[in-house]
């Protein structure tokens, strides 16, 4: 079983920054493949940022790369989302999930777990 909380998120102005961090249980973490997605209101969830085990491989959706860094400290189970130049279509439920293969991947369903979320406001 692994636990993923996120946190970080809030009410930021467009332009602004925020740094969302998610915390992992588990002993394998640095085996785990981790993902961010996002979920606005009346949207379907979508890719944000995936990062291999390791940490020396990412990938970005389009609408973000430039502006978000994913990255990891597996010496504390922890994955970030560095979030810069915000906009407000970045605003959403922020997600991370594990995906205990270790192969990243954009594709939400081959992730095995998920966190609560953690909301992003981004105003104009």
């Known amino acids: 079983q692994v636990q993923l909380v996120e946190s970080g998120g809030g009410l930021v102005q467009a332009g602004g920054s925020l740094r969302l961090s998610c915390a992992a249980s588990g002993r394998t973490f640095s085996s785990y493949a981790m993902g961010w997605f996002r979920q606005a209101p009346g949207k379907e969830r979508e890719f944000v940022a995936t990062i291999s085990w390791s940490g020396l491989s990412t990938y970005y959706a389009d609408s973000v790369k430039g502006r978000f860094t994913i990255s990891r400290d597996n010496a504390k189970n922890t994955v970030y989302l560095q979030m810069n130049s915000l906009k407000p279509g970045d605003t959403a439920v922020y997600y991370c999930?594990?995906?205990?293969?270790?192969?990243?991947?954009?594709?939400?369903?081959?992730?095995?777990?998920w966190g609560q979320g953690t909301q992003v406001t981004v105003s104009s």
């Open positions: 999930a594990a995906e205990l293969s270790g192969y990243f991947t954009t594709r939400l369903g081959e992730y095995d777990y």
